[in-house]
């Protein structure tokens, strides 16, 4: 991909020219250009929804230090900036907790500012909790040299009591509990713009010799709260997503001077064949289709990013495979 192309007068690389051909290679000949390599023993620290946790499988896989610092999955970019407030000193308050009761019908804590809804007996220890990851995630962040950040929805539930946004649902009953207290939110291109921005600035401020690697989660919406077609919504989700990193992207490389690439996983997925990139079975043997296989990852997405980003990897010597 590395001809000059003479199209209308306009003297374009190969690559910033439409070719069919291009969905027969499995890493669709896509361009990247890092702006910084990483060093096969610099720690990565891992941020965001399922696809993340691929990656982060994928790069301790081939030998990174790589850490999600315990925080297990963050879907939406506000809650992702919570999590990095409350690591770099934000004051951590019970409000946003939730009264629930477990199967026996006793009374237990639920945090939905944590992966999977975390329980806890009561709310002092959810709170104790949240303090150890909130040390955990900073001691992570001043250490790390790259910080890799995958963004995943939209959708958003905003605690409007507590004034933060959930990472997940809030349980039914909590909703049927609270009236007015919970909301559904789609947000906007300039909300996650926002959130975007003052994430990339506080990972600047707390370790200016961070870089970071960003992206959109391929993995579509598994429900919608809009009351539109989970497909449509999905389309718009991911859109407005993709469209807040770029800018956000600018921002940060231009006001802030960070060193920040997007990365094209959600490309090297959504663009590929569905039979290549897309489970056909979960583990149960029903129809997937929502989640990435894990050869793909392995085979295709940690190759392309090897290949641009570790000088000197084997992969980076070795031929794309002929199908992931």
């Known amino acids: ?28 000949g896509l ?52 999590q990095w407030r409350w690591a770099l000193g934000e004051p951590i308050e019970a409000s946003s907790l939730i ?6 019908g006793a009374p237990r804590v639920a945090d939905p500012c944590a992966y999977n809804r975390r329980t806890c007996p009561d709310a002092a220890e959810a709170l104790r909790w949240r303090h150890e990851q909130a040390s955990r995630l900073s001691a992570e962040l001043l250490r790390a040299r790259v910080v890799v950040m995958t963004f995943g929805l939209v959708e958003v539930w905003r605690d409007e009591l507590a004034n933060v946004f959930c990472n997940v649902t809030p349980p039914a009953e909590a909703i049927r509990a609270f009236p007015g207290r919970y909301r559904c939110v789609r947000l906007t291109h300039a909300q996650n713009l926002e959130a975007m921005c003052e994430t990339f600035r506080l990972i600047r401020s707390a370790n200016p010799a961070a870089r970071v690697v960003a ?6 919406l598994a429900a919608t709260f809009t009351g539109a077609d989970v497909l ?18 600018d921002i940060a490389r231009s006001a802030m001077g960070m060193p920040i ?25 029903d129809p997937d289709g929502r989640h990435v296989r894990p050869e793909f990852v392995q085979g295709v997405i940690m190759r392309a990013f090897l290949n641009a980003y570790v000088e000197g990897h084997p992969a980076r010597r070795a031929p794309m495979p002929a199908s992931a």
């Not at 096969?40 to 230090?65: N, R, T």
């Not at 009264?99 to 026996?104: E, F, M, N």
């Open 261 to 285: 690439d997007y990365f094209p996983s959600y490309e090297l997925v959504t663009l590929s064949d569905r039979s290549d990139a897309w489970r056909e079975r979960n583990d149960e043997g």
């Open 99 to 104: 009264p629930v009761t477990d199967k026996r």
């Open 215 to 220: 992206t959109v989660s391929p993995v579509p």
């Open 1 to 28: 991909m590395g001809n000059v192309i003479n199209l209308g007068g306009h003297q374009l690389r190969e690559s910033q020219v439409f070719d069919g051909e291009r969905f027969e290679l499995p890493d669709l």
């Open 31 to 82: 361009l990247v250009t890092p702006s910084f390599r990483i060093e096969p023993g610099d720690p990565v620290l891992v941020m965001g929804s399922c696809f993340a946790a691929e990656i982060h499988k994928a790069l301790a896989k081939q030998g990174f230090e790589a850490t999600d610092a315990g925080l297990g999955l963050q879907y939406n970019a506000p809650s992702m900036l919570q």
């Open 232 to 249: 449509i919504a999905n389309c718009y989700s991911k859109s407005t997503l993709r469209s807040a990193l770029t800018e956000a992207i």
